[in-house]
């Protein structure tokens, strides 16, 4: 197996929104406001190369929508999916599997691309397209709180297409021979996001995608505005942050800009970044 982390592009997000109740004065010390209160934010994905399978876990927020929906995010930098695939070696027809975690826009917009004929088509033409049965149905008829976050020209395509498949079962732990890892399911955010959790040359990784988005929301109370049941999420994050400190589990974080991998060590306020690197400079992917 051989991981490689893909920079999708970059974005911001009201940081008040991104941290919940907790006082700006406390979260600005990890994630820093502009003068929109809007935090830098990544789109990291993960591509895994494992036999035959190329498997891309989420795709980032892709490029369909206009200038106006781009502009309320605050698209920055040079990185996008494409060109980070061509970086790592491989083209977007190459990938055989796209995992969702979830179908929030920032985690599924690239897999759909319109066409100059306004046509919306996969962007990963030979790819099966994996997201979890129960959450599907959460997305597909989304309740009013998450309705903006589960845009219609990102989802129905993807069933059009003929490409989806479902991956099933409650948790909290499947094992799917259709992926080389284990899977955690977590509610706190949205219904039955998944999170991969990968044996990778002697190291346990944990795609901690929006249960854990930042090292800044390491701290158990540190919820996102954006989560459907926070209190359910205090319990998922207490319970797998402090498994994967006893299990030295290392994190890769998904919207962390300055942080990519993350080992984490117990303190007197609780489990914390330990240290942090990147895949190619840990294990030379």
């Excluded at 690239?110 to 997201?131: E, H, M, Q, S």
């Amino acid at each position: 197996m051989t991981l490689y982390a893909i920079e999708a592009g970059n974005f911001k997000l009201d940081g008040g929104a991104m941290f919940g109740v907790v006082p700006k004065v406390l979260w600005q010390k990890t994630n820093p406001a502009d003068a929109q209160n809007r935090i830098d934010m990544a789109s990291r994905l993960m591509l895994i190369e494992e036999g035959n399978q190329l498997i891309l876990i989420d795709t980032g927020m892709g490029n369909k929508q206009g200038d106006t929906f781009f502009g309320h995010y605050g698209l920055l930098g040079p990185h996008s999916l494409a060109h980070s695939l061509k970086k790592a070696g491989f083209h977007q027809d190459e990938i055989t599997d796209v995992f969702f975690t979830h179908l929030h826009f920032d985690h599924c917009g690239g897999a759909i691309v319109r066409r100059p004929d306004g046509l919306l088509v996969p962007a990963f033409k030979n790819a099966t397209y994996w997201v979890h049965e129960n959450h599907w149905e959460w997305a597909t008829k989304p309740n009013d709180r998450e309705k903006a976050s589960f845009l219609p020209e990102n989802i129905l395509p993807i069933e059009e297409s003929g490409q989806l498949q479902f991956v099933k079962g409650a948790g909290p732990y499947i094992d799917d021979a259709s992926f080389p890892f284990s899977i955690i399911i977590v509610d706190g955010h949205t219904d039955k996001q998944m999170l991969p959790l990968l044996n990778y040359r002697g190291e346990k990784i944990l795609y901690a995608a929006d249960l854990i988005p930042t090292v800044g929301h390491l701290p158990i109370p540190y919820v996102m505005g954006y989560d459907t049941r926070p209190l359910l999420t205090l319990q998922e994050k207490k319970l797998i942050l402090n498994d994967a400190e006893e299990k030295n589990i290392l994190l890769f974080l998904e919207h962390d800009p300055y942080h990519e991998l993350v080992s984490l060590c117990q303190t007197e306020k609780g489990v914390r970044m330990k240290s942090h690197t990147t895949l190619f400079s840990s294990f030379g992917s």
